[in-house]
């Protein structure tokens, strides 16, 4: 029997109308225990106007976690204006690790490397926009080639013609080594040709 894993998203705020940065903590841990969560979420604005009040969601959380059992994977949030380089998601991640997150998700940048490199807890790369089949396949090579632990796909995986044969692709490279072309491949196979 395969086990399903949940990592469940712990804070939130206004919708796509406000200030997205103005998060709260919106779940509790006790919910996340209920739900037998492997994880729990929370955003971190690092260089955002709430700042502060998501480093304070972080580490409430954080303590809540190891009191509860439950990892916190804490995310880079850049909104509209922050830059997504590696010199800003390198210090990004450092500070969410520093503050305790067992694991920190963030974009995939140039020089990617220097921001896993720097980060003392495993990265997991965020799959950003949606990007051409081959093109999202690359992008999780090369980010666990230079040191992602794994890769959150997201709108690469939901929004193709055929989700499970994304899925399928996006595993033969992160667990199997497959390489972009190979895995463009198999997904073209397992989807009777989309190339979406």
């Known amino acids: ?10 804070s939130g705020g206004p919708s796509i109308l406000k ?18 969560a492997a994880a729990v979420a929370v955003q971190v604005f690092i260089g955002g106007e709430h700042e502060t009040r998501s480093v304070q969601n972080l580490t409430r959380m954080v303590d809540a976690g190891l009191g ?8 880079t949030a850049v909104g509209r204006d922050l830059v ?4 800003y998601l390198g210090l990004a991640t450092r500070i969410i690790a520093e503050l305790g997150a067992q694991l920190v998700k963030t974009y995939y940048c140039e020089d990617f490397a ?12 965020a799959g950003g926009k949606k990007l051409p089949a081959h093109e999202a396949l690359g992008m999780a090579r090369k980010a666990v080639d230079e040191g992602a632990a794994g890769v959150d796909m997201g709108r690469n995986i939901f929004q193709r013609q055929n989700p499970s044969a994304m899925i399928q692709a996006v ?7 497959a390489s972009p072309d190979q895995a463009a491949k198999l997904y073209r196979e397992l989807s009777d040709g989309a190339e979406d």
């Open 68 to 75: 509860a059992g439950v990892p916190v994977l804490g995310v």
């Open 1 to 10: 029997m395969q086990q399903t894993t949940l990592v469940v998203r712990a």
């Open 19 to 36: 200030d997205l940065s103005d998060e709260r903590i919106a779940m509790d841990m006790s919910d996340a225990v209920r739900i037998d």
């Open 114 to 125: 220097q921001v896993t490199a720097g980060c003392p807890v495993p990265v997991i790369m």
């Open 171 to 177: 595993r033969s490279v992160v667990h199997d080594g």
């Open 84 to 87: 997504r380089d590696a010199r």
